[in-house]
């Protein structure tokens, strides 16, 4: 069975760091995207960032030049450096293993707060 588990949230304060990871297991083979997205309070849940396998990515307007996504296809891993990070990145994010497998984690919990 894919599963896929995040972890590295917790509360950071305005203009600070954190770095999210995520890790898939279980029957993996092929080219699949992998991506972080994020449900902040109230709101739907949106694209942060995506990566291929060639190292192509993508980005949401919001995030471009404060956030870096990379992966280990090795160990089947995706990333988030989050910097500059401001109240507004207050969200569950979640790691998202792409198509043909659309599999999400748990979710994990970053708050930006003084």
């Known amino acids: 069975q894919v599963q896929v588990v995040e972890s590295g949230g917790g509360l950071v304060q305005p203009g600070g760091s954190l770095r999210l990871s995520c890790a898939a297991s279980g029957r993996i083979f092929g080219i699949y995207a992998m991506g972080w997205y994020r449900r902040a309070p109230g709101k739907e849940r949106e694209l942060v960032a995506s990566?291929?396998?060639?190292?192509?990515?993508n980005y949401a307007d919001s995030v471009k030049g404060r956030f870096t996504i990379s992966r280990d296809n090795q160990k089947i891993a995706v990333y988030l450096e989050m910097n500059s990070l401001q109240p507004e990145d207050t969200a569950v994010y979640y790691c998202k293993l792409g198509r043909p497998y659309e599999i999400w984690g748990q979710g994990t919990q970053v708050t930006v707060s003084s």
């Open positions: 990566i291929y396998q060639n190292g192509m990515t």
